[in-house]
């Protein structure tokens, strides 16, 4: 079925390219036909990139209330090969995004269902797709399959009423994406509002149904702050969410940021703060508290009752603090990302370490570890005890 989906899709992509319309965009040259014409104007609008990334990767799944005798089934060795090709098509009536993906797996289990067997699995799909149409010089409409990310925060994005995981705790993996339609207002460089529907969960795993959501968001850009105000309607349970996030810069090197939402049946409030170092060097901190979390016991009659509301989460107890330290470029070759998530209700942890090294400007070795601490009952550690992905990347 996807294979078909993706076939489907490039052939009308292709019929587009080449179809009148688009053949009309070029102007008639002298000495040149109208194809040789329409075939430079999309060599030209066409931005292109290619990323291939291959890894090794090692997990120790969690025993836990969460996932006893790994019923969640998580691998122990993983080998991958991930093809990320991305398109993008710039011309005056409209711009394309096209990111299709090719992923081939091969999964090893030591325990659980799975105990002893091996599969391998190749998946060719459409990451992100979005046609975006200017109606006139304010205006852009859009619609496509994309992974819809905003705000400051590192942790999480309480104000996305969509889907608040934001994917800064997987370096070199691609938050999954859903299918939004989205009209943007922009009179100015400082005001912009947009009206934007979640119509589809796309390619998003979801612990419940999936319920169209409807938002409309108002953003503010100044000198040495952003904001942004989102009010949002949830469709099947009737339910308004007002969220919105604030960045300030109080000088070069310290920025302070917050984001927040509130329901009917909760609040969610991160706040956080940002130092730079003259080297480079990055130290954040974050508090998260979740109004709806569960402080203590299982989550799993927790999560065995989600409401479509609800689903958008992705923490489920209600104190977290983060402690995060980056160095982008340190010795003109490394990248280094230290990251410790506490929960502060069941003391659980996670910590994550993430190295990459530059080998030249297309090729780059990376590392990343990460060992969660807690009980049976703890969250954080709930699903993996430990892992080690090592890998290289490509990119042209």
């Known amino acids: 079925m996807k294979w078909r989906f993706t076939l489907v899709l490039l052939v009308l992509l292709g019929a587009f390219v080449f179809s009148r319309p688009f053949r009309l965009l070029a102007a008639p040259v002298a000495g040149k036909s109208e194809n040789a014409v329409a075939a430079a104007v999309l060599w030209e609008a066409i931005d292109f990139r290619l990323a291939s990334l291959n890894f090794f990767q090692f997990q120790q799944p969690a025993k836990s209330d969460i996932n006893p005798n790994n019923n969640l089934q998580i691998s122990h060795q993983e080998i991958a090969a991930f093809l990320r090709p991305d398109f993008r098509a710039t011309f005056p009536k409209l711009t394309l995004c096209f990111k299709p993906?090719?992923?081939?797996?091969?999964?090893?289990?030591?325990?659980?269902?799975?105990?002893?067997?091996?599969?391998?699995?190749?998946?060719?799909?459409?990451?992100?797709y979005v046609l975006s149409l200017p109606v006139s010089e304010s205006i852009l409409l859009s619609y496509g399959r994309e992974d819809l990310q905003w705000g400051p925060a590192f942790l999480l994005s309480p104000s996305n009423p969509f889907f608040s995981y934001n994917g800064r705790n997987q370096p070199k993996k691609e938050v999954r994406s859903a299918d939004y339609a989205k009209l943007i207002w922009s009179p100015n460089l400082e005001w912009s509002g947009s009206i934007i529907i979640n119509t589809d969960q796309g390619r998003k795993k979801l612990l419940t149904d999936f319920n169209q959501t409807y938002a409309a968001k108002l953003d503010y850009l100044a000198e040495k702050a952003y904001f942004s105000l989102i009010a949002s309607y949830q469709e099947h349970t009737q339910s308004m969410r007002l969220?919105?996030?604030?960045?300030?810069?109080?000088?070069?090197?310290?920025?302070?940021?917050g984001e927040a939402s509130v329901s009917d049946e909760e609040v969610e409030i991160l706040t956080g703060a940002s130092y730079t170092f003259p080297g480079g060097s990055t130290i954040s901190a974050e508090y998260f508290y979740n109004g709806n979390g569960h402080r203590h016991g299982s989550l799993v009659p927790k999560l065995l009752t989600l409401d479509e509301y609800e689903a958008r989460e992705s923490l489920f107890r209600q104190h977290y603090v983060l402690l995060q330290y980056y160095d982008h470029d340190l010795l003109s070759r490394?990248?280094?990302?230290?990251?410790?998530?506490?929960?502060?209700?069941?003391?659980?942890?996670s910590l994550l370490i993430h190295g990459e090294y530059n080998l030249g400007d297309h090729c780059q070795l990376f590392a990343t570890g990460t060992l969660n601490h807690g009980d049976r009952q703890s969250e954080l550690a709930g699903i993996i005890d430990s892992s080690l992905m090592i890998g290289l990347e490509l990119t042209y």
Do not use: V
């Open 101 to 128: 993906r090719f992923e081939l797996q091969h999964n090893h289990w030591h325990d659980g269902p799975k105990k002893g067997r091996s599969k391998t699995d190749a998946d060719l799909f459409i990451h992100e």
């Open 243 to 257: 969220g919105g996030f604030l960045s300030w810069n109080l000088s070069d090197s310290t920025i302070i940021y």
């Open 334 to 349: 490394w990248n280094i990302l230290l990251r410790n998530t506490i929960n502060l209700d069941d003391r659980s942890f």
